[in-house]
């Protein structure tokens, strides 16, 4: 009877569950996962973190593979990080519908004018005005060879993390839109912009512009800073990984410096793109036009210095869309838009500038159903098959039977497997917080396994047991 209700309860929640859009699982989490380092604006190393949420199965279950979702922050390739709340949200609301999740760091800066400006409406606002439209390039080509680099990571770790690495997904909003369309389409070095190829040297940025933020703890040399060529399109970070395939992007507000759908290599799968934008959007148009074209309207009505001669041109989501309609490039593109158009009015309207202090338009409308659209937009590209395998009460490689304790640990952790696994235990490997297996046990002959631990600082672990089993499973110590 109990495993009649067991196997009742599973299809209940197949029949009435949309796999991949309804919050299905819990999570677990972790963060501030080292994946690498790469050479910064002023010829600097910077190492980049990322946080990981991991989905779990039910109770009676067993886990199998999971798709992968990358997420980007925005902040104009100047601000932001992995802890901006609407990407962490949006990680561990994907994490509940099945994804495994990660947001990342990226290498963020510009090198901005060396001339004096003053803006009584936003003393900040000149720290948006770079030396020359080139440092826009430079700093998206950095930003999607770190989010290459992050990426490659992932799929390098997918026996740990449970990855089916052809089931991925790289979404962003704004500056992280742009990225993860630089990462999906960005695939040739012929796209490679010239502007990452060695260019004229820039002048030091003016003494105002350095307190900027993404100029904190960088130091700037004396006169002219080098700009050397950037590298390939792929950037140096774990620079092998196993074959992977993009199924979709999520660009939220974002855009293109250039048609990548026009190119793409011979066989590769194009990706499917959900587009969120607003028409009234000031940061980043939604058709053609300039990186923050509109606040720079307003600022200049209030008096400030236009930004439209070191902005470089860029094509919103409603013009790489008509791309894709007009020369046939055979992308799938779902287009949601707002209806609110940018009045060019400094005071009054809807979208005006006045407006957008309280209702920005670079922005969701309604964060809750764009979200949820996508979700349901993305689900029916996902290949991934049930991830989560129901088991009887006696079969092997059930996670609620391993005992781990103590938990935390001081010093060694003890393992328990029930009687009956004696001839069939999985394997053990432990891995530290950047997912590198410190420990590796392979044939386990007791149903009682003692792991010295005192050797390791301390901070969080994962042990995993089974090795390329359909039933592996991970648990999350804490070492103190």
Same mark, same amino acid.
């Given at each position: 009877m109990q495993k009649l209700v067991l196997a009742l309860s599973f299809v209940t929640t197949a029949l009435f569950s949309q796999q991949w859009v309804d919050l299905n699982y819990s999570y677990d989490s972790v963060l501030n996962v080292s994946y690498g380092q790469s050479t910064n604006l002023v010829g600097e190393l910077e190492t980049h973190h990322m946080d990981i949420f991991i989905p779990k199965c039910p109770a009676n279950s067993a886990s199998k593979k999971w798709p992968l979702m990358l997420w980007i922050h925005g902040g104009g390739f100047i601000a932001g990080n992995k802890n901006d709340p609407s990407i962490q949200a949006l990680c561990k609301k994907f994490a509940q519908r099945g994804y495994v999740t990660a947001s990342i760091e990226y290498r963020l800066g510009m090198i901005s004018s060396n001339r004096r400006i003053e803006c009584n409406l936003n003393p900040d606002y000149p720290c948006l005005l770079a030396t020359d439209s080139a440092e826009w390039y430079r700093s998206y080509f950095r930003a999607v060879q770190d989010a290459k680099g992050a990426l490659r990571f992932l799929i390098n770790k997918k026996e740990v993390l449970n990855i089916d690495e052809t089931n991925v997904f790289v979404c962003g909003e704004s500056a992280g839109a742009f990225t993860s369309l630089g990462v999906a389409l960005l695939d040739l070095e012929s796209e490679k912009p010239k502007e990452a190829y060695t260019i004229a040297d820039a002048p030091t940025p003016h003494i105002k512009n350095l307190p900027c933020i993404y100029n904190q703890n960088k130091t700037f040399p004396v006169g002219n800073i080098p700009r050397h060529d950037l590298g390939s399109i792929d950037g140096n970070i774990e620079p092998n990984a196993p074959a992977y395939v993009i199924k979709g992007v999520g660009n939220i507000f974002g855009g293109m410096l250039s048609d990548l759908l026009k190119k793409s290599p011979a066989g590769k799968q194009k990706p499917v793109i959900y587009s969120f934008h607003q028409p009234c959007d000031i940061i980043v148009p939604i058709d053609s036009g300039a990186f923050f074209w509109g606040l720079s309207w307003c600022m200049v009505q209030g008096g400030c210095v236009s930004l439209s001669n070191t902005n470089a041109k860029i094509y919103g989501s409603r013009a790489f869309s008509n791309f894709n309609k007009t020369f046939n490039y055979g992308y799938t593109i779902k287009e949601e838009y707002g209806n609110i158009n940018f009045p060019y009015n400094f005071l009054f309207g809807d979208g005006s500038c006045a407006d957008q202090l309280n209702k920005p338009c670079h922005a969701? @409308? &309604?964060? &809750?159903?764009?979200?949820? &659209?996508?979700?349901?937009?993305? $689900?029916?590209?996902? *290949?991934? /098959?049930? /991830?989560?395998?129901?088991?009887? *009460? @006696? @079969? $092997?490689?059930?996670?609620?039977?391993?005992?781990?304790?103590?938990? /935390? %640990?001081? &010093?060694?952790? #003890?393992?328990?497997? /029930?009687? *009956?696994? #004696?001839?069939?235990?999985?394997?053990?490997?432990?891995?530290?917080?950047?997912?590198?297996?410190?420990?590796?046990?392979?044939? %386990?002959?007791s149903s009682f396994v003692k792991i010295d631990l005192s050797d390791l600082p301390a901070g969080v672990y994962f042990i995993k047991f089974g090795q390329n089993h359909s039933h592996s499973f991970v648990k999350k110590i804490i070492k103190l």
């Amino acid at each position: 009877m109990q495993k009649l209700v067991l196997a009742l309860s599973f299809v209940t929640t197949a029949l009435f569950s949309q796999q991949w859009v309804d919050l299905n699982y819990s999570y677990d989490s972790v963060l501030n996962v080292s994946y690498g380092q790469s050479t910064n604006l002023v010829g600097e190393l910077e190492t980049h973190h990322m946080d990981i949420f991991i989905p779990k199965c039910p109770a009676n279950s067993a886990s199998k593979k999971w798709p992968l979702m990358l997420w980007i922050h925005g902040g104009g390739f100047i601000a932001g990080n992995k802890n901006d709340p609407s990407i962490q949200a949006l990680c561990k609301k994907f994490a509940q519908r099945g994804y495994v999740t990660a947001s990342i760091e990226y290498r963020l800066g510009m090198i901005s004018s060396n001339r004096r400006i003053e803006c009584n409406l936003n003393p900040d606002y000149p720290c948006l005005l770079a030396t020359d439209s080139a440092e826009w390039y430079r700093s998206y080509f950095r930003a999607v060879q770190d989010a290459k680099g992050a990426l490659r990571f992932l799929i390098n770790k997918k026996e740990v993390l449970n990855i089916d690495e052809t089931n991925v997904f790289v979404c962003g909003e704004s500056a992280g839109a742009f990225t993860s369309l630089g990462v999906a389409l960005l695939d040739l070095e012929s796209e490679k912009p010239k502007e990452a190829y060695t260019i004229a040297d820039a002048p030091t940025p003016h003494i105002k512009n350095l307190p900027c933020i993404y100029n904190q703890n960088k130091t700037f040399p004396v006169g002219n800073i080098p700009r050397h060529d950037l590298g390939s399109i792929d950037g140096n970070i774990e620079p092998n990984a196993p074959a992977y395939v993009i199924k979709g992007v999520g660009n939220i507000f974002g855009g293109m410096l250039s048609d990548l759908l026009k190119k793409s290599p011979a066989g590769k799968q194009k990706p499917v793109i959900y587009s969120f934008h607003q028409p009234c959007d000031i940061i980043v148009p939604i058709d053609s036009g300039a990186f923050f074209w509109g606040l720079s309207w307003c600022m200049v009505q209030g008096g400030c210095v236009s930004l439209s001669n070191t902005n470089a041109k860029i094509y919103g989501s409603r013009a790489f869309s008509n791309f894709n309609k007009t020369f046939n490039y055979g992308y799938t593109i779902k287009e949601e838009y707002g209806n609110i158009n940018f009045p060019y009015n400094f005071l009054f309207g809807d979208g005006s500038c006045a407006d957008q202090l309280n209702k920005p338009c670079h922005a969701y @409308d &309604n964060r &809750n159903l764009r979200e949820l &659209n996508m979700a349901k937009f993305f $689900a029916s590209y996902v *290949s991934t /098959p049930g /991830p989560c395998t129901s088991v009887n *009460s @006696d @079969d $092997a490689y059930k996670e609620e039977s391993v005992i781990v304790i103590p938990n /935390p %640990v001081q &010093n060694s952790v #003890e393992i328990r497997f /029930p009687k *009956s696994w #004696e001839n069939n235990i999985p394997s053990i490997q432990l891995y530290n917080v950047d997912l590198q297996v410190i420990k590796f046990i392979p044939n %386990v002959q007791s149903s009682f396994v003692k792991i010295d631990l005192s050797d390791l600082p301390a901070g969080v672990y994962f042990i995993k047991f089974g090795q390329n089993h359909s039933h592996s499973f991970v648990k999350k110590i804490i070492k103190l």
